[in-house]
């Protein structure tokens, strides 16, 4: 499988633990739920040498470009939406497959240009949209919703301790245009020294309500285990959030376990993180954890 020469600036994290777990063989269908830049999918149709049995899942119009001109004349389905309406209409599609990765959150590009609002250190817009044909956007959500709300999203989806004063003060300079204005006000919230920029935890809550990233997470983990996963499947996913992990942690428990009748064997009974070296060569890999299972026959 051609592998392409501008593979993108997105190195995919924890890439050999995860074929690891995936363990691809000859002919296997598989199920990428965030194709990404393609950097595991690659890898895994390099062993499976089965495009018409792999379908590539992306929620942002520039990775399901980069993903067609990739893959797209192999055969490969490839499709542009949300995880959740994706696997449902697979579900109604009949579909299974044998391995299915989710590679939670944002990719390098997202990071890197500052035109899509993820990045605390480059000045742009107060987009943060994974998915640009979205209509709700980080300004939407600054400049409109209430104090209560914007305290409510930074502590549960950031857990910042100082939500309530991030919120007011958002509230009392708002309207809000970018991103340097945004850190530099939450950075008033945080005086005196910090290992981390301030605006960390903000910037982070802000893009999971904005992508309602853990209510998709939530809804579509039943339908992975249940439906999706072919008997003897692998399912792996990667989380870059301490709530995403547990709700795969739990999701994981509740299927697996040593119950008689239980759906899932656990494969990794902690998480797996990257090690030092590759956490050198690529800074994203800090926050991975991967969590893996097999579906009972
Ligand atoms: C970490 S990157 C995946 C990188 C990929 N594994 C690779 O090696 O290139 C995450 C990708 O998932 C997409 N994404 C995140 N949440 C999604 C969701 N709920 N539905 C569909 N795509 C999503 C993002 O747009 C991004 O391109």
Redesign the pocket.
Known sequence: MHQGSK??E????L?EQTLTYLDPKGGDSYL???????????AVLERTKAPKHTVL????PA?VKSLRDRFGEYGVDIRH????S?SKKLAEEGKQFDMI??????????LNQASRGFSISKDGPLDMR??TTQELTAEIVLNSYSEAALADILRRYGEEPKARTIAALIVQERPLKSTKELATLVAKAWPGHSKVHPATRTFQALRVAV???LG??EA?LPIWIDTLLAPGGRLAI?S?HSLEDRMVKQAFAQAGGDRYDATLRILTKHPVVGDESEIVFNP?ARSAKLRAALKQK
Do not use: C, K, Q, W
């Open positions: 593979t993108s997105h190195i995919p994290v890439l990428d739920l965030t194709g990404g830049y393609g950097g595991h999918a690659s899942i992306d929620r942002d990775a939406a949300d995880f959740y994706a990765l989710a590679d939670l959150g944002v990719s390098s590009p997202h994974m998915d992508n309602n990233e998709l997470l579509s990667i870059f994203r």
